[in-house]
């Protein structure tokens, strides 16, 4: 099987959602590494907990970004990763080092992209009084929060919603896209052609909106 490489920061709930998915005999791609650039990651135990190897790499013993990322492209080779997830990895990655991984490595952001970009997605999303919010599984390019759309799942915005009632109703469908996503990048369904992504057949039907 391919080689899947995970990136966290903290909690790793979005990591643990792509191991229990991997670890269906049927899923096309290994969870072969948990890298963390915070040592005090708690997705760090979690992993190690599910028996899969973790690597930390801390950023504040890196010259800069480039060093950083010098670094984490190493590891990447060591550990023969064939494609990169940022599941909650908070550091924003070097052009050089994204176009290396470019095709090749995803994000999940909490917001239904090109809304929200960024920070405070819930908090800005409630400022705004939309309706309607969502996540979103994109391929990683060098601008933050841009690249080509693979998978998004909407939740409704309900009435005295806070940033946690709506940021664990947006998380609960970020633990359903981002395997389903995963699983199509791995198997060579969702590639980008023309900026865009071209996705040969859906998996799994967008959620519902109450
Ligand atoms: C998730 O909500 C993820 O979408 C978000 O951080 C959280 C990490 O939670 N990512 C970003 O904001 C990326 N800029 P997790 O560690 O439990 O997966």
Redo the contacts with the bound molecule.
Sequence with gaps: KPRAAVL????????MSLIEAASAPDYPVEIAVVISNRPEAH?LARAQACNIPTRTLDHKAHADRAAFDAALHAVLEEEQADFVC?????RLLTAGFVEKWQGRMI????ALLPSYK??H?HERALADGVKIHG?TVHFVTPEM?VGPIIMQAAVPVLEGDTPDSL?AR??AQ?HVIYPAALRLVAEGRARITEGRVAIDEFEIAPPALV
């Design positions: 966290i920061s903290g909690r790793g709930s979005n990591m997705g940022l599941a909650g990895f908070m994000n999940i952001h909490p960024g920070l997605t996540a929060d940021g947006v998380l970020e």
